[in-house]
């Protein structure tokens, strides 16, 4: 006989998953990652963001580690939304930006299936539309290259 895999408890023979904790789980994992789109659109608060995410996965058997990849998730989906028309406007960039700021969310989350470059490349293109050329690196010292010849 096998645990299942969410709650711990004897399944069955030859199983490893009650329906009941799965059923709990999807249920779960799927408002947490409702309510991660709605505060990446800014339709929701981030200040008790830790707490709700932490309080829906305690009653869906889904673990704290979790949490972090739902908004990384939904960070990703918000910018493809965004994206949908082909143009990340200003204020498209504030509200994802402002979201994984308040989130302590770091570039390399972001940037585990390449999204925060996308989303690098389309402000740059947005700028250059608008007919603004502006640097978004800075770099101090020499080049280990020389470009003169």
Known sequence: MGN??????????????????????????????????KLAKGEQDTASAYEELKNIANASYISQEKIREALVECWEKTLDQFLEDGVLSNDEENAIMKYAHDLNLKQEDLNKHGAYMRAGQAATLREIMEGRIVSRITVDGRLPFNLEK
């Not at 199983?15 to 789980?25: F, R, W």
């Open 4 to 37: 299942c895999k969410y709650c711990g408890q004897k399944a069955g023979f030859l199983k490893d998953v009650h329906v009941e904790c799965k059923s709990k789980y999807e249920s779960g994992w799927k408002r947490m990652i409702d309510f991660s789109m």
